[in-house]
């Protein structure tokens, strides 16, 4: 069993910035590609940042430029650094560890609430 623990969410401005943690209960980055994804009232939960085991990163469009997804193996976290945040940036993050090998279990954060409003 694995615990992911997600810190970081807050009420920001629009043009702020914020980094969210996921901190994960044991090592797992090898085996795991850590995810965030976000899920605003009223639509559908997407994919926001991902990160491979190989370390390879991949952004949904809306936030390319201004998001940054990378993560500390020696503490078990990954993290999100959100620049330049805007009203639409609005929703609950969390966190996602997608197992590569088919048979393990895919675990998820309990959510952080990130508004973005003035």
């Known amino acids: 069993q694995v615990q992911l623990v997600e810190s970081g969410g807050g009420l920001v401005q629009p043009g702020g910035s914020l980094r969210l943690s996921c901190a994960a209960s044991?090592?797992?980055?090898?085996?795991?590609?850590m995810g965030w994804y976000r899920q605003a009232p009223g639509k559908q939960r997407e994919l926001v940042a991902a990160i491979t085991n190989g370390g390879r990163t991949n952004y949904a469009d809306s936030v390319k430029g201004r998001f940054t997804i990378t993560r500390d193996n020696a503490k078990n976290t990954v993290y999100l650094q959100m620049n330049n945040l805007k009203p639409e940036d609005t929703a609950v993050y969390y966190c996602?560890?997608?197992?590569?090998?088919?048979?393990?279990?895919?675990?998820w954060g309990q959510g952080t609430q990130v508004t973005v409003s003035s």
């Open positions: 044991r090592s797992i980055f090898s085996i795991y590609t």
């Open positions: 996602n560890a997608d197992p590569l090998i088919a048979t393990f279990v895919e675990y």
